[in-house]
T-cell receptor, first 113, second 112 residues
Framework: GAGVSQSPSNKVTEKGKDVELRCDPI?????LYWYRQSLGQGLEFLIY????????KSGLPSDRFSAERTGGSVSTLTIQRTQQEDSAVYLC???????????FGPGTRLTVL | EDQVTQSPEALRLQEGESSSLNCSYT??????LFWYRQDPGKGPEFLFT???AGEEKEKERLKATLTKKESFLHITAPKPEDSATYLC?????????????FGGGTRLMVKP
């Protein structure tokens, strides 16, 4: 496939559990972004990767959130001790270079019960 | 702080009834303004990038324009398949990661 892929598409978890969300960017795209889309909040930036490094983590809402990227490709967003307010759609985007358009994946819908 | 405001929040049109969506922005320095379309249950789909005031871009029934304070997405003779949420976002100069700041979106419904 040519687009950004994310897995799982849906995740239901219990409060307090840890979850991992995966993003596979478009091949050759060096920049990778995570966003969160909540009802009433719109799309908000979480973290940005250039290659394997994350120079901008300013959007992570708490220290329960972390992300890594290995091999300059796949990225994993981890949420520890999930809370109900973490329920949202988590979107990943990638771009060829910093100044180019970002292309989004289909998202992971996370529901914390 | 960069801010993006979209209006209206929702817009109902009859098929063929042209209209415009507004995106007002405040940014320290604009690197680019982006329009996306989002269908329910899907990720945003890229439509246009505008870089400087006076610039216009067109794609099928859509035309995006840009001034120093706002952007408009004009929809000419819309069809039901144009129904979606349209998102506007800005990228600011000096932002190391070129993150996007999004507006709340306009939900467009086109009735046949």
């Amino acid at each position: 496939g040519a687009g950004v892929s994310q897995s799982p598409s849906n995740k239901v978890t219990e409060k307090g559990k840890d979850v991992e969300l995966r993003c596979d960017p478009i091949s050759g795209h060096t920049a990778l972004y995570w966003y969160r889309q909540s009802l009433g909040q719109g799309l908000e930036f979480l973290i940005y990767f250039q290659g394997n490094s994350a120079p901008d983590k300013s959007g992570l809402p708490s220290d329960r959130f972390s992300a890594e990227r290995t091999g300059g490709s796949v990225s994993t967003l981890t949420i520890q001790r999930t809370q109900q307010e973490d329920s949202a759609v988590y979107l990943c985007a990638s771009s060829l270079a910093q100044s180019n358009e970002q292309f989004f994946g289909p998202g992971t819908r996370l529901t914390v019960l | 702080e960069d801010q993006v405001t979209q209006s209206p929040e929702a817009l109902r049109l009859q098929e063929g009834e042209s209209s415009s969506l507004n995106c007002s922005y405040t940014v320290s320095g604009l690197r680019g303004l982006f329009w996306y379309r989002q269908d329910p249950g899907k990720g945003p789909e890229f439509l246009f990038t505008l870089y400087s005031a006076g610039e216009e871009k067109e794609k099928e029934r859509l035309k995006a324009t840009l001034t120093k304070k706002e952007s408009f997405l004009h929809i000419t003779a819309p069809k039901p398949e144009d129904s979606a949420t349209y998102l506007c976002a800005v990228q600011a100069v000096g932002n190391a990661g070129n993150m996007l700041t999004f507006g709340g979106g306009t939900r467009l419904m086109v009735k046949p």
